[in-house]
């Protein structure tokens, strides 16, 4: 399994901007497509946005697309999600997480970070 660290969250004002960063650790990632899920209390985890670490395609949940932004810096061995436009219903617990190219299951997860957006 990789190994994943967050980091980023925190408390912002709706409109202002916010990146979540997460450092993989114990594999090679070429293989790996990562992502980034989030959970508001009393929901479900749901999908925000996916990137394949070779190719840098990318997936997003259509309720972030055009404000959200996932990237990967290779040399780094870390994945970024941008957050722009930030509203109230996106506050949530953020995980990343990863899972291999063959399979629909992520099955590596960060511990979690809070974003919480103030009207």
């Known amino acids: 399994q990789v190994q994943l660290v967050e980091s980023g969250g925190g408390l912002v004002q709706a409109g202002d901007s916010l990146r979540l960063s997460c450092t993989a650790s114990g594999r090679t990632l070429s293989s790996y497509v990562m992502g980034w899920f989030r959970q508001a209390p009393g929901k479900e985890r749901e999908f925000v946005a996916s990137?394949?670490?070779?190719?840098?395609?990318?997936n997003y949940a259509d309720s972030v697309k055009g404000r959200f932004a996932i990237s990967r810096d290779n040399i780094k061995n870390t994945f970024y999600l941008q957050m722009i436009s930030l509203k109230p219903e996106d506050t949530a617990v953020y995980y990343c997480?990863?899972?291999?190219?063959?399979?629909?299951?992520?099955?590596?997860w960060g511990q979690g970070t809070q974003v919480t957006v103030s009207s």
């Open positions: 997480a990863a899972r291999r190219s063959y399979s629909r299951d992520y099955d590596s």
């Open positions: 990137i394949t670490w070779s190719l840098r395609n990318t």
